[in-house]
């Protein structure tokens, strides 16, 4: 087998799939390692994914923005429960 010269399999450190530096973790959409500097942060939901740029560019932001218009749904339908709480509890004093 000589293609197995040397195949970066020292340590089990993973390198970034776009500048080969060492990378922070997986892309969350399609699990390669990247670094800090080529990946972006969704955030939204119960924790915060690393995409990969390239994922980006491929619409990784529909992820974080699904999440983004779910909270907003949410947060819409607890502003209304807010004030028919408020507007009752004008009412029975
Ligand atoms: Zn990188
Ligand atoms: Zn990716």
């Known amino acids: 087998m000589p ?3 040397s195949h970066g399999d020292d340590g089990g450190i993973a390198l970034c799939v ?9 892309c969350a959409r399609c699990h390669s390692p990247v670094c800090g500097d080529c990946c972006v942060l969704t955030e939204g939901g119960a924790r915060t994914w690393a995409v990969c740029l390239a994922c980006e560019d491929r619409g990784g932001r529909a992820l974080g923005g699904a999440w983004r ?10 502003a209304v429960l807010l004030v028919l709480v408020v507007a009752l509890g004008l009412l029975v004093r």
């Open 3 to 5: 293609e197995l010269i």
């Open 18 to 26: 776009r500048c080969g530096a060492v990378a922070v973790g997986p």
């Open 69 to 78: 218009g779910l909270v907003l749904w949410l947060l819409g339908i607890l």
